[in-house]
């Protein structure tokens, strides 16, 4: 199985909003609202947009909101 993570990550490193699911469009487009959320001033900031695909849920961090 894979699972796709977003995730909107500040410049310290700290995970701001973290989204798990099954389906790969629905990570897609979840992926690109977190980037397209990020003002011009995040970015330079150091503020990313991140997507990942990890095998279990056990790796989706436990902030996260998991869609099933």
């Known amino acids: 199985m ?8 500040d410049p310290c ?3 701001r909003a973290c989204i798990a699911c099954c389906d790969e469009k629905q990570a897609q487009d979840c ?10 001033a ?4 150091g503020w990313v947009a ?3 695909e990890v ?3 056990e ?4 902030n996260a909101l998991k869609l099933d």
């Open 13 to 15: 490193g700290i995970i």
């Open 31 to 40: 992926h690109d609202s977190f980037e397209t959320n990020l003002t011009p």
């Open 2 to 9: 894979t699972i796709w993570v977003n995730e909107q990550i």
């Open 59 to 62: 790796e989706v961090p436990v």
């Open 42 to 45: 995040q970015k330079q900031e």
């Open 50 to 52: 991140r997507i990942r």
């Open 55 to 57: 095998e279990t849920w």
